[in-house]
């Protein structure tokens, strides 16, 4: 068993949020730096960017893990993680027509860049990623699961777009193993108030910006003998689901 550092709430350059100096590259040796071996890219309802952030990873030695933080048509953030690029791009391509198409304006929200393995800008994409797509949150559960997806509500503890300040409460259903905090602060009180003791709770960034990158703090100790990137990320997905 050994420990694994970890942030699984990452976006690149293509969500339009967040800074155009959040590239593969630049993402990755970011986290090398603040003690990380695991991360996770979470761009908003798209994983357009993921074929070069495991690029990135695996030239500084960084476990990637392939993901989305989806909107679900009740402004909902719902991260999605997957064990393989294959699953995270059919689950995209399964949404396609769930997403509103609606003309992203840069000067409103943002750039949303796509990238090549070398940090190079390939295009951008045209619509609007941060709107909040026609899945339910069942829906959205249920699909992104069939596609072999780890989900889960994203911070949980914020007020925008967290799964209790929209719903009053953390819903019995659809039912989840696991749950974000993005403040690890409030652990405690979030489960004893909503009574997540059977929950496993990651603490992860949602960072927007290089600086927003958690340092090594958050953990999980997890069996990786033989030693392989495969094997750990199985392994997680594994223990995350238990």
């Known amino acids: 068993m050994n420990r694994y550092y970890y942030d699984l709430h990452i976006h690149s350059c293509l ?3 967040a ?3 959040m590239t593969p590259h ?5 986290a090398v730096l603040a003690g990380l071996q695991m991360i996770a890219l979470t761009d908003h309802n798209s994983v357009r960017n993921c074929r070069p952030f495991y690029a990135a ?4 030695g960084l476990i990637p893990i392939a993901g989305m933080e989806l909107t679900t048509a009740e402004d909902i953030h719902i991260i999605c993680l ?4 294959e699953e995270a791009e059919a689950f995209e391509a399964s949404i ?31 619509y609007l990623l941060i709107n909040a797509t026609l899945l339910s949150l069942d829906e959205a559960v249920e699909l ?31 039912i989840f193993s696991c749950a974000e905090l993005h403040d690890a602060d409030k652990l405690n009180d979030y489960k004893e108030k909503y009574a997540l003791a059977d929950k496993k709770i990651v603490i ?18 997890l069996d990786d003998e033989p030693y392989s990137s495969d094997l750990v990320r199985r392994r997680f997905f594994e223990y995350m689901r238990s």
């Open 144 to 174: 992104a699961r069939a596609h072999g997806a780890l989900v889960y509500p994203a911070h949980i503890d914020r007020e925008a777009n967290g799964i209790i300040a929209t719903l009053g409460t953390f819903p019995d259903k659809p």
């Open 82 to 85: 997957f064990e393989s690029l």
């Open 96 to 126: 396609a027509d769930r997403k509103i198409p609606y003309k992203n304006k840069k000067e409103v929200f943002g750039d949303q860049l796509l990238m090549n393995d070398q940090d190079e800008l390939v295009g951008e994409e045209e």
């Open 15 to 17: 969500s339009p949020c």
């Open 57 to 60: 990873c695996r030239k500084q």
């Open 204 to 221: 992860s960034s949602d960072a927007h910006h290089l600086w927003d990158i958690q340092e090594a703090g958050p953990y999980l100790e």
């Open 19 to 21: 800074d155009n100096d």
């Open 26 to 30: 630049n993402i990755a040796g970011m």
